[in-house]
């Protein structure tokens, strides 16, 4: 008879409730810290709507970081905060999204959201390049100006596995022009004779942050914030392909950088679906609930709350793992790419309602 040996590693392998428990006992620790700081955030963001939960707390983060680097026993929870739990907000903010969506917001504001988006992310690409900012940050700041600020951001940051320095710069940089935007943008509606629909396919894809579109687009009037919310909801549908998009560039860059070849024979839907992101994924089947009605209405208001805090946990460790010494290395040029977007995204988005029937 012959005797089946067992490998030594197999035989000493604890059970999954054994590895799970001690895995939470590791990250504990650096994920309570993280929590914390989301919380005081989420008060300074109750008081300072304007700043936000999320902005809150990638800036205590940030003023804590050093402080806090010198605990190792937190580095592990840290980076399960940034990493995970960022995933987990993106998944729960599909249950705020409707794809019937996409339909109710009229065809007249498809053209105007993708040329915007175009212009966005081409700028970002070319001229960040030309003034020789890093590959990933110039997509952060391109995806955070041209879809849905920090919301973006996370999504995007797993996908090309972004480092917290870029995460914080981009996110820095994107809330000092939504500030902007908030007090910039009423008046230029008033100075261009905007309508109430006008002005909400205007703040609807030109302004990042939702809690920013609200702002701008409701002190134009109720219409234009009612319209705008939903212009910008469907903008965030535009996570999904530029998450799938980079992805698929990442892979072919690795394959390069391994020297390995995608295999011929693996068919062609498998290759895809290997390129999806699992949150991406839990982030459509979310989404779908939504528009099925499988998610009641009444929960609408407290699932968005538990995004935002979870965002705001995520941005908190962000924060924490942040080198300050880097930020300030990268000096000016990131936050003029930014400038240079806003205006961009701003000005396409006044021509192509002008232009467009």
């Known amino acids: 008879m012959t005797e089946v040996s067992i490998p030594p590693t197999a035989a000493v392998r604890p059970p999954l409730r054994q590895r799970a428990g001690a895995r939470a006992v590791q990250v504990a620790p650096g994920v309570g810290v993280a929590v914390v700081i989301a919380a005081v955030a989420t008060v300074i963001g109750h008081f300072a709507p304007l700043l936000g939960a999320p902005v809150a707390g990638i800036v205590l983060g940030v003023l804590l970081s050093s402080w806090l680097r010198r605990y190792s026993a937190l580095a592990p929870g840290v980076g399960y905060a940034k990493g995970f739990v960022l995933q987990l907000a993106v998944v729960v903010l599909g249950s705020q999204l409707s794809l019937h969506q996409v339909v109710h917001v009229g065809v007249g504001s498809l053209p105007v959201m993708l040329g915007t988006l175009a212009v966005c992310l081409a700028l970002a690409f070319l001229l960040g390049r030309r003034m020789g900012i890093d590959r990933d940050l110039r997509t952060l700041i391109g995806v955070g100006t041209g879809i849905c600020g920090a919301s973006a951001i996370a999504a995007v940051s797993p996908v090309i596995r972004a480092k917290s320095n870029d995460i914080a710069y981009a996110v820095s940089t994107i809330f000092l022009f939504n500030v902007l935007a908030v007090l910039a943008f009423p008046p230029i509606g008033h100075a261009f004779g905007l309508s109430q629909h006008d002005f909400g396919l205007f703040a609807g894809t030109a302004v990042n942050d939702t809690s920013s579109v609200v702002a701008a687009a409701t002190t134009y009037g109720a219409a234009a914030g009612n319209y705008a919310v939903v212009v910008k909801l469907t903008r965030t549908l535009m996570i999904i392909p530029i998450c799938l998009g980079l992805a698929a560039l990442v892979r072919r860059r690795d394959a390069r950088t391994d020297g390995t070849t995608v295999r011929t024979e693996e068919h062609a839907l498998v290759r895809a679906l290997k390129l999806v992101p699992w949150f991406l994924i839990g ?20 699932l968005q709350h538990v995004s ?13 793992s942040t080198d300050v010494a880097a930020l300030r290395r990268a000096g000016h040029r990131p936050l003029l790419l930014g400038l240079c977007l806003w205006v961009a995204v701003a000005t396409t988005s006044l021509l192509l309602q002008w232009a467009l029937p």
């Open 283 to 302: 982030f459509l089947i979310v989404a779908a609930a939504n528009t099925l009605g499988l998610v009641p209405a009444s929960s609408h208001n407290a």
């Open 308 to 320: 935002l805090f979870l965002i705001t946990v995520a941005l908190s460790a962000i924060g924490l």
